[in-house]
């Protein structure tokens, strides 16, 4: 039975049951948690120890790259690569190179942060199976899930239905395992 | 408090997953969709026959067709402004418009980047602008502004889509899961990306949101300046000029926060919004668009001032443009971003439907006109007199210019049909703080 | 020209086969019908053809004729020295081969050579050698060639405007032939404009001979009637007048146009410049006295506007103040300084009378000449090179013998009278009246519609024949390519009535062969070669005042509202160019007009009429009256109008047809040229299209004069800072000099451009818009007063700047700079943003706003030159320098491994100025004539202060000197 069990599932009505929840499982010494809320919830992700990557690094970095190759470019084709004769202006007009640089720049940082955001939220990915358990989908409504999956060391589907009816939830259900 | 939240996300979730759409919604997308037609047919006759069919001539070798591009430019950059502004401060009013102002600028965009294509004497060769390994191998000539601009309104094109698409990431995962018919479902549950309102997703979710909308800041400014570079690098006396950079900016601003306006206005009445978008946010936003109004009139002061300073030939041109023959559209340009704003002041007129409407339509049309005055207007008077000469616009032209408005107003309605306008899960997170 | 009918080989004795020289016949031949076959099947069934086949087709036929390009079986005779003939080595086919020849205006010939490729000529110079020349040209020789590809040129015979075949006009020859001589050529009647062709003169006296019952007419629609009038009264004998104008120290001209419309314009311009530049000499004085605006007296130091009436009276108050030393009270004011100059020029001093002066006016010139002693050094006088015409042989008299019923039959030489013959005789009408009238003509025109019967007339470029200039000196006119539509010389067609082998060639020789004699044929040749008879120029003529002559009495004139004036046009000319679509679209000097004429008035009297430009009006003189728009023109004669000959065409073809008014329905027998009349408004208004609106000189010194004593143009240094680096141009530099004191506004390089660099024509709507092609512009400014302003014109193309402002905003590098600083416009990388326009501060830059190159209007692709690209639509063009040409003679130099020599690149606009006021070279080469010209301290570049560096710079013009100078 187990093996087809992906964990178990306990439904809260409140933000607050659940980050109250989340305490006390990591207290209770799960690891492999999951928690589902309609809506950013800051204390449940501290809980869980979810820390945001340092997106503005990567951007910037991204940048960066970005804005080099479109300097890069612009002074190689245009100075080096076909050297043309334009308006009689120097073949290296830095400061003409300028603008684009900049906004090609933004452009890298802002694709890489999106980029960053889904590898990070392993998106996407259209099935899981917390899709499976029944009334899941008032999570983007106005329910809120804790779910340990099957993975955890102390996971044992009694003892942790036991344990997750002790937290107050509305219900507790089994996470198919598909 | 379960049922509290019901309350509120269903209306916004109504309103897409509602199967029979309002006769008065269907009007006019019926209504748009025929100026779409329009746009197609004037685009089509452009292209085939050639930019002869519009008024251009020697010197005036723009016509409508970067005065739409700038006025389009304007509606976007003015609203990705506001948008990313609201998401950076968590403003309160962020919830209630953020998401159609960054439609707005979307579809805005969308139509402005058609004109620099369509604009050109060859248009199927759009693409040499940028640096493919072409035939003789030549490259694009990376210091013309136009070059600048052609990477300008790309990114554009495409961070302001992402702003709105992570935006809407989550509300598309609701919608999935409120939808019954299982195409829809379908439909929803692919551009949600298998969203499944994981508090860790959440989080990187919010930070990619916010860093997003901080780089549309530096874009927007950079997009507009390059749009106001495009006239300002050039020897023409009425433009060059390096105060054009600003005045594209705070004019574009006025516009953009109008056209939120507007369409804040209309969605609250038409979509019945009330509790989202309160009186407190209508409120809010005509002091903004009163406020960037006094903005631009200082700037229409300052531009006087500077021209008249400025060498002979400069104020010479300015002059022209104030009382040439093109002088209507500079005063009436004054009159409607600068003057019609001011009403503001009233607090009835804060609270009219109607003022609101009349209003962000005028802003639009006046910041129209100022960027007719500027290109047509300056074009008139150049160094030799011997080519002093006049334009006068056709009915492709116009045709171009209803057509895209037409284009914007389809897209803001199945818009406001397909997809939530005014985010949800923003909402419940509201609801749940106040709470807190 | 493949649908007119294939010829029978020579059916009539007296139309030899060789009469027919065309392709038709050509491709008949069979050995080329196999050969055709063989090689193009699908050309020689096309129906119609395209340039390329049309091209081999010429080019084989030619070899398998074995006619190299227009030489050969009698097209020219020993192939011109100007040009290696194809068979002999050395020569490049696909180089250009030149031949001289010499085209007709007003019966005169001005001597020009044919740029011709593969047997098709696609552009038109000026001949060195010739006097009416010396090299330059004018609009009206430049457009020939597009006239000779002119679509609507008339291809078939018609009888009663149904077409025939040459068959049929071969009976219709035969029986006239047999008629002519039945009754000595009683009842028949030939009308042969004058024209200065010793062979048609000798044809014509054998005809006479022949048929002495036929009567002759030979009108002149534009000789300056009053000319010989005027001597006969004065010196008792006709004579023409041959100015040196590189003698004058004053010129004094009462009407006329000498830079335009008097015979020898382009010479009379030459030499007035070449005066001007001769450092020697003080600079000279031109003071015109006219009624209506002309080039010469926009040019002039002193201009002074007087109603037509008022110019004898002006006249003969210098007459009296020189003759009698007693200025009559109630002359000019201008008079009394005028004799102070004349006086002080003496025999230095040249007064000319225009061609449309009453003969009062030619006498009291011709006196005052005399008086001054101006005859031998300022002026010469010759026999009339046009014999005048005797009044019983002008179009009156044939008038009335046509309405008196005497005449059965009619034969039109290449004359258009319908359309140009006085009004008042009606002469379309009268043609209709005659039982069997035959035209020869170019196109089918008015008298073709009138006529029992036409006959296609060939291009004067497809024909042999003879021509005198204005100073008497012969030319020939050769072919300079096959005929392109089986069609007749007036000579061939004379020659054919007489029974003679009618072959242009023969006709000719057989002309000078009397004269010549033993030394014939190396005369001939010669004279071939050079396209003029050497030692041919009219013997000078001594002349004398007749003792007892005296002004005719000027009886008091009739009081007029109006006096009105008649004037050629300056695009098209006496309305023979209508059809010619670069000529339509010319901007006309003064009034930029194109597409169309108006009535000139002055602005105060249009002010006085409450009128403005483009107000329709109704001129009335006597019981005619004609409708035209108005054209306010400052320093137009008050209370008079100008009206421009040569619009209103009812059957012109498509490009002529009814564009403009015509101003012949006022243009009566007795007074041709001035009349007097009224006019009233008729309350509407018509747009009239031009191609500047402003007129006023702009404050920034765009266009620079200077004084004589200090010719200094000021203005910025050469080298202004700049940001950029300077780029060093190894090798050739090019530049130009553009000489302002020496344009005088002729238009000639305007149409030369357009001939050399295929300019698109776009058409009056286009124009309206301000899409005019046209590379090379001139403008036009005004200063001063309008009753009598200063005028400038400033020729404008592509000033190559150094720091091209155009080139920095282009995206895609498609106008960049060429390693000799040319700024090179690469069409087939252009996309058509604009913005480079946007960027020219000298906007002489056009863009292919639709497909012009394939629009109705467009020249037939024969007529282009093949050496320069046709631009496709959505691309920018403009001014190249005429690149192809430095290519061509950097080819010629690295064939002979030399350098390019200074002068050897010669510009179109450059080579067409009659003023040289163009100069092209290498700015690098320290002794070129460009860089002394641009080292004068004339020199200055338009817009310096904006340091775009251009490499063409302006000299400045140089003020009026003298009395009422500036």
Same mark, same amino acid.
């Given at each position: 039975m187990a093996a087809v069990l992906f964990g178990l599932a306990a439904e809260f009505d409140t933000p607050e049951r659940l980050v109250q929840a989340v305490?006390?499982?990591?207290?209770?010494?799960?690891?492999?948690?999951?928690?589902?809320?309609?809506?950013?919830?800051?204390?449940?992700?501290?809980?869980?120890?979810?820390?945001?990557?340092?997106?503005?690094?990567?951007?910037?970095?991204?940048?960066l790259v970005g804005a080099s190759i479109q300097y890069g470019a612009q002074f190689y084709l245009n100075a080096v690569d076909y050297p043309l004769n334009v308006g009689g202006r120097p073949l290296h007009s830095w400061p003409a190179f300028i603008p684009a640089t900049l906004i090609v720049a933004i452009l890298w940082a802002g694709v890489a942060t999106l980029l960053t955001f889904l590898f990070r939220a392993g998106l996407p990915r259209l099935h899981h199976p917390v899709f499976a358990v029944p009334g899941f989908e008032r999570a983007s409504e106005d329910r809120f899930f804790l779910v340990i999956e099957h993975g955890d060391p102390q996971f044992e589907p009694q003892r942790c239905a036991a344990f997750l009816e002790s937290l107050g939830p509305s219900t507790v259900r089994e996470v198919p395992a598909s | 408090m379960s049922s509290q939240a019901q309350a509120f996300t269903t209306p916004l979730?109504?309103?897409?997953?509602?199967?029979?759409?309002?006769? +008065?919604?269907?009007? =006019? #997308?019926?209504?748009?969709?025929?100026?779409?037609?329009?746009?197609?047919?004037? @685009? /089509?006759?452009?292209i085939f026959w050639g930019v002869g069919l519009w008024g251009v001539n020697i010197p005036?070798?723009?016509?409508?067709?970067?005065?739409?591009?700038?006025?389009w430019v304007g509606v976007a950059n003015g609203a990705s402004l506001f948008a990313a502004i609201l998401v950076l401060r968590q403003h309160d009013l962020r919830t209630a418009v953020?998401?159609? +102002?960054?439609?707005? =600028? #979307?579809?805005?965009?969308?139509?402005?980047?058609?004109?620099?294509?369509?604009? @050109? /004497?060859?248009?199927?060769?759009?693409?040499?602008?940028?640096?493919y390994p072409a035939t003789y191998h030549v490259w694009p000539q990376f210091r013309s502004t136009l070059t600048w601009d052609f990477w300008a309104i790309s990114t554009h094109v495409i961070l302001t889509s992402l702003l709105w698409y992570i935006g809407l990431i989550p509300d598309l995962a609701t919608l999935r899961d409120r939808a019954r018919r299982p195409r829809v479902q379908k439909f929803y549950g692919f551009f949600a990306l298998g969203w499944r309102n994981s508090v860790r997703h959440w989080v990187h979710h919010q930070a990619a949101h916010r860093?997003?909308?901080?780089?549309?800041?530096?874009?927007?400014?950079?997009?507009?300046?390059?749009?106001?570079?495009?006239?300002?690098?050039?020897?023409?006396?009425?433009?060059?000029?390096?105060?054009?950079?600003?005045?594209?900016?705070?004019?574009?601003l006025v516009q953009g926060l109008a056209a939120v306006l507007l369409v804040a206005w209309l969605l609250r009445w038409g979509l019945r919004l009330e509790p989202f978008i309160d009186d407190r946010d209508v409120d809010l936003l005509s002091w903004l668009v009163l406020a960037s109004a006094l903005v631009t009139g200082f700037l229409y002061l300052d531009e006087a001032a500077a021209a008249l300073l400025a060498e002979p030939m400069q104020t010479t041109a300015f002059l022209n443009r104030v009382f040439g023959d093109y002088a209507a559209f500079y005063w009436m340009a004054v009159l409607c971003c600068v003057l019609a704003p001011q009403i503001l002041w009233w607090k009835r007129a804060r609270r009219s439907v109607l003022l609101g409407v009349i209003l962000g339509l005028s802003v639009s049309a006046g910041v129209w006109l100022d960027r007719f005055s500027i290109i047509v207007g300056g074009f008139q008077r150049d160094y030799l007199p011997s080519m002093w000469r006049s334009y006068s616009p056709t009915w492709t032209e116009a045709g171009l210019l209803v057509g895209t408005i037409g284009l914007f107003a389809a897209l803001l309605l199945l818009f406001a049909r397909t997809l939530p306008a005014v985010s949800m899960f923003e909402s419940r997170h509201d609801e749940h703080e106040d709470r807190a | 020209m493949n649908d007119s009918p294939p010829f029978s080989s020579g059916s009539a004795p007296s139309a030899p086969r060789r009469l027919w020289r065309s392709l038709e016949e050509l491709q008949d031949a069979p050995d080329l019908q196999a050969w055709l076959d063989a090689e193009f099947p699908n050309i020689a069934r096309a129906g119609s053809m395209d340039r390329r086949s049309w091209l081999r087709l010429v080019g084989a036929s030619l070899a398998l004729a074995g006619l190299p390009a227009c030489s050969g079986e009698g097209a020219v005779g020993d192939p011109p020295l100007l040009s290696p003939p194809e068979h002999l080595p050395g020569h490049v086919p696909g180089t250009p081969l030149f031949v001289a020849t010499s085209l007709e205006l007003a019966g005169l010939g001005r001597g020009v050579l044919v740029k011709t490729q593969e047997g098709r000529p696609f552009k038109i110079e000026g001949n060195p050698l010739h006097p009416a020349s010396l090299g330059a040209t004018d609009v009206w020789a430049q457009a020939e060639v597009l006239s000779l590809y002119d679509p609507d040129r008339s291809r078939t015979p018609l009888q009663q405007g149904a077409e025939r075949t040459w068959e049929d006009a071969e009976r219709l020859l035969a029986t006239m032939r047999t008629e002519l001589a039945f009754g000595r050529g009683k009842g028949w009647r030939f009308l042969l404009p004058q024209t200065a062709s010793p062979t048609l003169d000798r044809l014509v006296a054998a005809m006479r001979q022949g048929f002495p019952e036929a009567r002759w007419h030979r009108p002149a629609p534009l000789a300056p009637s009053g000319a010989q009038a005027g001597a006969i009264s004065a010196f008792g004998r006709a004579v023409d007048l041959v100015p040196d104008l590189t003698q004058a120290d004053l010129v004094l001209t009462l009407g006329g146009d000498i830079f335009l419309f008097e015979p020898g314009h382009i010479r009379l311009a030459a030499d007035w410049q070449a005066r001007r530049r001769n450092r020697e000499k003080p600079l000279p004085r031109l003071v015109a006295v006219e009624s209506t605006p002309s080039l010469a007296g926009a040019r002039a130091d002193q201009r002074i506007p007087l109603r037509p009436r008022l110019v004898e009276g002006f006249a003969h108050a210098l007459w009296a103040g020189l003759a009698q030393n007693a200025v009559p009270a109630e002359a000019h004011p201008a008079v009394a300084t005028l004799l102070a100059e004349l006086r002080r020029a003496g025999p230095r001093a040249v007064v000319l009378a225009g061609r449309e002066q009453p003969a009062a006016v030619h006498a009291l010139a011709l006196a005052i000449n005399a008086h001054l002693g101006a005859f031998g050094t300022t002026v010469h006088a010759i026999e009339p090179v046009v014999a005048p015409t005797p009044p019983e042989e002008d179009l009156p008299a044939l008038a009335e013998a046509i309405t008196a019923g005497e005449v059965s039959g009619l034969v039109i030489l290449g004359a258009n009278p319908a359309y140009d013959a006085p009004a008042d005789l009606d002469f379309g009408r009268l043609v209709r009246r005659v039982p069997l009238s035959v035209h020869l003509g170019f196109g089918r025109d008015e008298t073709a519609a009138a006529s029992?019967?036409?006959?296609?007339?060939?291009?004067?470029?497809?024909?042999?024949?003879?021509?005198?200039?204005?100073?008497?000196?012969?030319?020939?006119?050769?072919?300079?390519?096959?005929?392109?539509?089986?069609?007749?010389?007036?000579?061939?067609?004379?020659?054919?009535?007489?029974?003679?082998?009618?072959?242009?060639?023969?006709?000719?020789?057989?002309?000078?062969?009397?004269?010549?004699?033993?030394?014939?044929?190396?005369?001939?040749?010669?004279?071939?070669?050079?396209?003029?008879?050497?030692?041919?120029?009219?013997?000078?003529?001594?002349?004398?005042?007749?003792?007892?002559?005296?002004?005719?009495?000027?009886?008091?004139?009739?009081?007029?509202?109006?006096?009105?004036?008649?004037?050629?046009?300056?695009?098209?000319?006496?309305?023979?160019?209508?059809?010619?679509?670069?000529?339509?679209?010319?901007?006309?000097?003064?009034?930029?007009?194109?597409?169309?004429?108006?009535?000139?008035?002055a602005p105060e009297t249009a002010a006085a009429r409450g009128l403005s430009t483009g107000d329709l009006i109704e001129v009335i003189a006597g019981e005619r009256r004609v409708a035209a728009p108005v054209w306010l023109l400052p320093g137009h004669a008050p209370d008079t109008v100008t009206l421009p000959l040569g619009y209103g065409r009812e059957s012109a073809g498509a490009v002529g047809w009814r564009v403009g008014f015509d101003a012949y329905l006022l243009r009566t027998a007795a007074d041709p040229w001035i009349t007097s009349g009224t006019l009233t408004p008729l309350g509407?208004?018509?747009?009239?299209?031009?191609?500047?609106?402003?007129?006023?000189?702009?404050?920034?010194?765009?266009?620079?004069?200077?004084s004589a004593d200090r010719p200094d143009a000021g203005g910025p240094p050469a080298k202004l800072p700049s940001l950029y680096p300077e780029w060093r141009y190894e090798g050739h530099a090019w530049g130009m000099s553009i000489d302002l004191d020496a344009c005088i506004g002729c238009n000639a390089c305007v149409i030369a451009c357009q001939a050399e660099n295929n300019v698109m024509v776009v058409g009056p709507e286009e124009v309206a818009r301000g899409r005019e092609m046209h590379w090379l512009r001139i403008d036009r400014y005004h200063g001063g007063a309008p009753e009598n302003p200063d005028t400038f014109f400033q020729p404008v193309l592509c000033m190559h700047c150094e720091k091209a402002p155009c080139e920095v905003v282009c995206p895609v590098n498609a106008t960049v700079h060429s390693a000799e600083g040319l700024n090179d416009m690469v069409y087939n990388r252009c996309v058509g943003t604009r913005t480079c326009s946007n960027n020219c501060p000298y906007k002489v830059r056009r863009f292919n706003f639709f497909d012009y190159s394939s629009a109705e209007l467009a020249p037939p692709d024969d007529a282009l030159n093949p050496h320069v690209t046709i631009r496709e639509r959505g691309v920018m063009e403009k001014c190249t320098y005429c690149i192809q040409r430095i290519w061509t003679a950097r080819t010629q130099a690295n064939v002979e491994n030399r350098p390019i020599r200074d002068g050897e690149i010669v510009t179109a606009c450059q080579q067409a100025c009659p003023t040289q006021a163009f100069r092209f070279g290498d700015v690098n080469d320290e002794n070129s004539a460009v860089s002394r010209l641009k080292r004068e301290p004339r020199d200055y570049a338009m817009l310096g202060e904006l340091n775009t560096q251009p490499r063409t710079t302006y000299l400045a013009r140089i003020a009026p000197t003298g009395e009422n100078g500036g």
């Amino acid at each position: 039975m187990a093996a087809v069990l992906f964990g178990l599932a306990a439904e809260f009505d409140t933000p607050e049951r659940l980050v109250q929840a989340v305490e006390r499982a990591r207290e209770a010494g799960y690891t492999k948690l999951e928690a589902f809320s309609p809506f950013p919830l800051k204390q449940a992700a501290d809980g869980l120890g979810e820390r945001a990557l340092p997106l503005f690094v990567i951007a910037a970095g991204a940048a960066l790259v970005g804005a080099s190759i479109q300097y890069g470019a612009q002074f190689y084709l245009n100075a080096v690569d076909y050297p043309l004769n334009v308006g009689g202006r120097p073949l290296h007009s830095w400061p003409a190179f300028i603008p684009a640089t900049l906004i090609v720049a933004i452009l890298w940082a802002g694709v890489a942060t999106l980029l960053t955001f889904l590898f990070r939220a392993g998106l996407p990915r259209l099935h899981h199976p917390v899709f499976a358990v029944p009334g899941f989908e008032r999570a983007s409504e106005d329910r809120f899930f804790l779910v340990i999956e099957h993975g955890d060391p102390q996971f044992e589907p009694q003892r942790c239905a036991a344990f997750l009816e002790s937290l107050g939830p509305s219900t507790v259900r089994e996470v198919p395992a598909s | 408090m379960s049922s509290q939240a019901q309350a509120f996300t269903t209306p916004l979730a109504e309103a897409p997953l509602n199967s029979r759409f309002g006769l +008065a919604w269907r009007l =006019a #997308l019926l209504a748009s969709l025929l100026l779409v037609g329009l746009l197609v047919l004037t @685009l /089509g006759a452009s292209i085939f026959w050639g930019v002869g069919l519009w008024g251009v001539n020697i010197p005036f070798v723009w016509g409508f067709d970067l005065i739409n591009y700038a006025w389009w430019v304007g509606v976007a950059n003015g609203a990705s402004l506001f948008a990313a502004i609201l998401v950076l401060r968590q403003h309160d009013l962020r919830t209630a418009v953020n998401r159609f +102002a960054e439609a707005i =600028a #979307l579809f805005g965009v969308i139509c402005a980047g058609l004109f620099p294509i369509v604009h @050109l /004497g060859r248009p199927w060769l759009f693409y040499w602008v940028f640096p493919y390994p072409a035939t003789y191998h030549v490259w694009p000539q990376f210091r013309s502004t136009l070059t600048w601009d052609f990477w300008a309104i790309s990114t554009h094109v495409i961070l302001t889509s992402l702003l709105w698409y992570i935006g809407l990431i989550p509300d598309l995962a609701t919608l999935r899961d409120r939808a019954r018919r299982p195409r829809v479902q379908k439909f929803y549950g692919f551009f949600a990306l298998g969203w499944r309102n994981s508090v860790r997703h959440w989080v990187h979710h919010q930070a990619a949101h916010r860093l997003v909308a901080i780089l549309i800041l530096p874009l927007i400014l950079i997009m507009q300046s390059t749009v106001a570079f495009e006239f300002a690098s050039t020897l023409i006396p009425a433009w060059h000029d390096t105060r054009l950079p600003l005045h594209f900016v705070a004019t574009g601003l006025v516009q953009g926060l109008a056209a939120v306006l507007l369409v804040a206005w209309l969605l609250r009445w038409g979509l019945r919004l009330e509790p989202f978008i309160d009186d407190r946010d209508v409120d809010l936003l005509s002091w903004l668009v009163l406020a960037s109004a006094l903005v631009t009139g200082f700037l229409y002061l300052d531009e006087a001032a500077a021209a008249l300073l400025a060498e002979p030939m400069q104020t010479t041109a300015f002059l022209n443009r104030v009382f040439g023959d093109y002088a209507a559209f500079y005063w009436m340009a004054v009159l409607c971003c600068v003057l019609a704003p001011q009403i503001l002041w009233w607090k009835r007129a804060r609270r009219s439907v109607l003022l609101g409407v009349i209003l962000g339509l005028s802003v639009s049309a006046g910041v129209w006109l100022d960027r007719f005055s500027i290109i047509v207007g300056g074009f008139q008077r150049d160094y030799l007199p011997s080519m002093w000469r006049s334009y006068s616009p056709t009915w492709t032209e116009a045709g171009l210019l209803v057509g895209t408005i037409g284009l914007f107003a389809a897209l803001l309605l199945l818009f406001a049909r397909t997809l939530p306008a005014v985010s949800m899960f923003e909402s419940r997170h509201d609801e749940h703080e106040d709470r807190a | 020209m493949n649908d007119s009918p294939p010829f029978s080989s020579g059916s009539a004795p007296s139309a030899p086969r060789r009469l027919w020289r065309s392709l038709e016949e050509l491709q008949d031949a069979p050995d080329l019908q196999a050969w055709l076959d063989a090689e193009f099947p699908n050309i020689a069934r096309a129906g119609s053809m395209d340039r390329r086949s049309w091209l081999r087709l010429v080019g084989a036929s030619l070899a398998l004729a074995g006619l190299p390009a227009c030489s050969g079986e009698g097209a020219v005779g020993d192939p011109p020295l100007l040009s290696p003939p194809e068979h002999l080595p050395g020569h490049v086919p696909g180089t250009p081969l030149f031949v001289a020849t010499s085209l007709e205006l007003a019966g005169l010939g001005r001597g020009v050579l044919v740029k011709t490729q593969e047997g098709r000529p696609f552009k038109i110079e000026g001949n060195p050698l010739h006097p009416a020349s010396l090299g330059a040209t004018d609009v009206w020789a430049q457009a020939e060639v597009l006239s000779l590809y002119d679509p609507d040129r008339s291809r078939t015979p018609l009888q009663q405007g149904a077409e025939r075949t040459w068959e049929d006009a071969e009976r219709l020859l035969a029986t006239m032939r047999t008629e002519l001589a039945f009754g000595r050529g009683k009842g028949w009647r030939f009308l042969l404009p004058q024209t200065a062709s010793p062979t048609l003169d000798r044809l014509v006296a054998a005809m006479r001979q022949g048929f002495p019952e036929a009567r002759w007419h030979r009108p002149a629609p534009l000789a300056p009637s009053g000319a010989q009038a005027g001597a006969i009264s004065a010196f008792g004998r006709a004579v023409d007048l041959v100015p040196d104008l590189t003698q004058a120290d004053l010129v004094l001209t009462l009407g006329g146009d000498i830079f335009l419309f008097e015979p020898g314009h382009i010479r009379l311009a030459a030499d007035w410049q070449a005066r001007r530049r001769n450092r020697e000499k003080p600079l000279p004085r031109l003071v015109a006295v006219e009624s209506t605006p002309s080039l010469a007296g926009a040019r002039a130091d002193q201009r002074i506007p007087l109603r037509p009436r008022l110019v004898e009276g002006f006249a003969h108050a210098l007459w009296a103040g020189l003759a009698q030393n007693a200025v009559p009270a109630e002359a000019h004011p201008a008079v009394a300084t005028l004799l102070a100059e004349l006086r002080r020029a003496g025999p230095r001093a040249v007064v000319l009378a225009g061609r449309e002066q009453p003969a009062a006016v030619h006498a009291l010139a011709l006196a005052i000449n005399a008086h001054l002693g101006a005859f031998g050094t300022t002026v010469h006088a010759i026999e009339p090179v046009v014999a005048p015409t005797p009044p019983e042989e002008d179009l009156p008299a044939l008038a009335e013998a046509i309405t008196a019923g005497e005449v059965s039959g009619l034969v039109i030489l290449g004359a258009n009278p319908a359309y140009d013959a006085p009004a008042d005789l009606d002469f379309g009408r009268l043609v209709r009246r005659v039982p069997l009238s035959v035209h020869l003509g170019f196109g089918r025109d008015e008298t073709a519609a009138a006529s029992t019967w036409h006959l296609p007339k060939c291009h004067p470029l497809e024909s042999f024949g003879d021509l005198r200039a204005f100073d008497g000196i012969v030319g020939f006119r050769q072919p300079a390519c096959v005929r392109l539509v089986p069609s007749l010389s007036p000579e061939e067609l004379l020659a054919n009535l007489l029974g003679q082998a009618p072959d242009g060639r023969e006709l000719l020789a057989a002309t000078w062969a009397e004269q010549w004699g033993a030394d014939f044929d190396i005369r001939f040749t010669r004279a071939l070669e050079d396209g003029v008879v050497e030692g041919s120029a009219a013997p000078r003529i001594p002349v004398a005042l007749r003792p007892d002559w005296s002004p005719a009495p000027r009886p008091p004139l009739p009081p007029a509202e109006l006096d009105i004036l008649f004037s050629l046009d300056p695009s098209l000319w006496d309305g023979s160019y209508a059809n010619n679509a670069w000529l339509q679209e010319l901007p006309k000097p003064l009034t930029k007009q194109v597409w169309g004429n108006a009535a000139l008035i002055a602005p105060e009297t249009a002010a006085a009429r409450g009128l403005s430009t483009g107000d329709l009006i109704e001129v009335i003189a006597g019981e005619r009256r004609v409708a035209a728009p108005v054209w306010l023109l400052p320093g137009h004669a008050p209370d008079t109008v100008t009206l421009p000959l040569g619009y209103g065409r009812e059957s012109a073809g498509a490009v002529g047809w009814r564009v403009g008014f015509d101003a012949y329905l006022l243009r009566t027998a007795a007074d041709p040229w001035i009349t007097s009349g009224t006019l009233t408004p008729l309350g509407s208004q018509v747009e009239l299209i031009s191609t500047q609106h402003h007129h006023a000189l702009p404050g920034h010194a765009v266009f620079r004069i200077v004084s004589a004593d200090r010719p200094d143009a000021g203005g910025p240094p050469a080298k202004l800072p700049s940001l950029y680096p300077e780029w060093r141009y190894e090798g050739h530099a090019w530049g130009m000099s553009i000489d302002l004191d020496a344009c005088i506004g002729c238009n000639a390089c305007v149409i030369a451009c357009q001939a050399e660099n295929n300019v698109m024509v776009v058409g009056p709507e286009e124009v309206a818009r301000g899409r005019e092609m046209h590379w090379l512009r001139i403008d036009r400014y005004h200063g001063g007063a309008p009753e009598n302003p200063d005028t400038f014109f400033q020729p404008v193309l592509c000033m190559h700047c150094e720091k091209a402002p155009c080139e920095v905003v282009c995206p895609v590098n498609a106008t960049v700079h060429s390693a000799e600083g040319l700024n090179d416009m690469v069409y087939n990388r252009c996309v058509g943003t604009r913005t480079c326009s946007n960027n020219c501060p000298y906007k002489v830059r056009r863009f292919n706003f639709f497909d012009y190159s394939s629009a109705e209007l467009a020249p037939p692709d024969d007529a282009l030159n093949p050496h320069v690209t046709i631009r496709e639509r959505g691309v920018m063009e403009k001014c190249t320098y005429c690149i192809q040409r430095i290519w061509t003679a950097r080819t010629q130099a690295n064939v002979e491994n030399r350098p390019i020599r200074d002068g050897e690149i010669v510009t179109a606009c450059q080579q067409a100025c009659p003023t040289q006021a163009f100069r092209f070279g290498d700015v690098n080469d320290e002794n070129s004539a460009v860089s002394r010209l641009k080292r004068e301290p004339r020199d200055y570049a338009m817009l310096g202060e904006l340091n775009t560096q251009p490499r063409t710079t302006y000299l400045a013009r140089i003020a009026p000197t003298g009395e009422n100078g500036g």
